[in-house]
């Protein structure tokens, strides 16, 4: 298993931007699909992006398309989520989730139970 930490939330004006790192620890990172979960206080937890385990192929939900871009860096252990055009409906801590067993493949990735593991967030602010 890897160990995940997030970083880089924060807050921010409505049409700013962040950007978010999720730093794993271990060797087999790059066997791992990758994604990124909110949740806003009250709400369930909500899937936001995935990328696949070598990086080439990414889905995102669809009130974030064209705002967030997901990327990894396998040499570095580090998955990213870029975050453009914030909305103050984007405020949530946002968690980083490894899988190992190819649910991005299998079209399972917006189900968060199918996870192996789990960072333990970072906040995020977006003001009005």
């Known amino acids: 298993q890897v160990q995940l930490v997030e970083s880089g939330g924060g807050l921010v004006q409505a049409g700013g931007s962040l950007r978010l790192s999720c730093a794993a620890s271990g060797r087999t990172f790059s066997t791992y699909g990758m994604a990124w979960f909110r949740q806003a206080p009250g709400k369930e937890r909500e899937f936001v992006a995935t990328?696949?385990?070598?990086?080439?192929?990414?889905i995102y939900e669809e009130s974030v398309k064209g705002r967030f871009t997901i990327s990894r860096d396998n040499d570095k252990n580090t998955v990213y989520l870029q975050m453009n055009s914030l909305k103050p409906g984007d405020t949530a801590d946002y968690y980083c989730?490894?899988?190992?067993?190819?649910?991005?493949?299998?079209?399972?990735?917006?189900?968060?139970?199918?996870?192996?593991?789990w960072g333990r967030g970072t906040q995020v602010t977006v003001s009005s």
């Open positions: 989730a490894a899988d190992a067993h190819g649910l991005f493949n299998r079209g399972l990735y917006s189900d968060g139970r199918g996870y192996d593991c």
């Open positions: 990328i696949s385990s070598g990086g080439e192929s990414t």
